[in-house]
């Protein structure tokens, strides 16, 4: 049978596209965040290239109690931003990049809190550095559906083994005792 036919006839080419959305569209948003997360790690490194850094700082000299210096807190930033971004981009130790991305979103969105003179114009009234903080809802959501899709993985390769399985499974006479691995 041709892959753009089903047992109904040929598919529709808006049918194709929406089975293609399907297969891929949370590896997009995954290499999406990866981009995102090394561009704006990468600009951090450079003194003055990143319009978010002196919030990022300044979020974590306050979270910090003024323990970890500006100087310090900015090339960590940097470096967590990056290798975040790297570990979207390569799908590599997934659980770890997902737990460091919520912990970075998570001090990313503080300064709606901390800092509500700079976020806030009046109340509903985002400044434009509260709308570049705002914008990160967006992050993680695409961060949930990632992790989402990371949780359904598993059960979702289980499934076609076990349309093979299942069939050849033939009942247990009433009179004999199930195997262990028949149980359940």
């Known amino acids: 049978m041709n892959v753009n036919q089903s047992s109904g006839g040929p598919r529709s080419r808006p049918a194709r ?4 959305c399907c297969s891929h569209s949370v590896t997009l948003l995954r290499l999406s965040l990866g981009i995102v997360f090394v561009w704006f790690g990468l600009l951090k490194f450079f003194e003055g290239m990143s319009p978010a850094a002196e919030l990022a700082t300044r979020t974590m000299s306050i979270i910090t109690f003024d323990l970890v210096p500006p100087a310090v807190s900015r090339p960590l930033l940097a470096l967590m931003e990056t290798l975040i971004g790297v570990g979207f981009l390569t799908g590599r130790w997934p659980r770890t990049t997902l737990a460091v991305f919520f912990v970075q979103m998570a001090g990313a969105m ?8 700079v ?3 009046h109340p509903m009234g985002p400044t434009l550095t509260g709308q570049y903080v705002i914008k990160d809802v967006v992050l993680v959501v695409a961060g949930l559906v990632v992790a989402s899709a990371l949780r359904a993985a598993p059960a979702q390769r289980a499934q076609p083994r076990l349309r093979q399985v299942l ?6 006479p009433a009179d004999q005792p199930k ?3 028949e149980v359940g």
Do not use: C, M, Q
């Not at 503080?110 to 003179?117: A, D, H, Q, R, T």
């Not at 069939?167 to 247990?172: F, G, T, V, Y």
């Open 17 to 20: 596209l929406a089975d293609w």
């Open 119 to 121: 976020i806030w114009a």
């Open 110 to 117: 503080s300064p709606l809190v901390l800092l509500p003179g």
């Open 167 to 172: 069939p050849l499974r033939k009942a247990a």
């Open 179 to 181: 195997a262990v691995s």
